[in-house]
């Protein structure tokens, strides 16, 4: 029998990396198709608009010289950025692979 509930997960990294939750709403598929790619270059899918990551403080402004690029007026993302150490909540199936660094769902309190 699995266990219900919430488990709880502490991410902690070098202080030189941050952990990032981006979620976003764009309306346009060609524009949120690029978004989605290069988000995959920094964090995978955790829903249909949402990723995370591990990223390097430097990553962070390198992504978004990179999104500036492409997003409109109407397009809408933010970028959640958390400290080296951060604790998070799960719920659910794990779907994704043991050997990620982050391998749960998040649910950030």
Known sequence: MKDKGF?????????NQRYVL??????????????????KEYGFRI??????GIVANQQINEL???LEGILDLTDNL????????SKT???GQNKFNENSDINHKIIVC
């Not at 981006?22 to 988000?39: C, E, F, M, Q």
């Not at 829903?47 to 995370?52: A, G, M, P, T």
């Not at 933010?78 to 150490?85: L, S």
Request: with cysteine.
């Open 7 to 15: 488990r709880e997960a502490v991410i902690s990294k070098h202080e």
């Open 22 to 39: 981006i979620a976003y709403d764009i309306s346009k598929t060609r524009i949120r198709n690029k978004v989605s790619k290069i988000l």
């Open 47 to 52: 829903q249909r608009s949402v990723f995370e």
């Open 64 to 66: 978004l010289h990179k």
């Open 78 to 85: 933010k970028i959640y950025c958390f400290a080296v150490y």
């Open 89 to 91: 909540w799960e719920y």
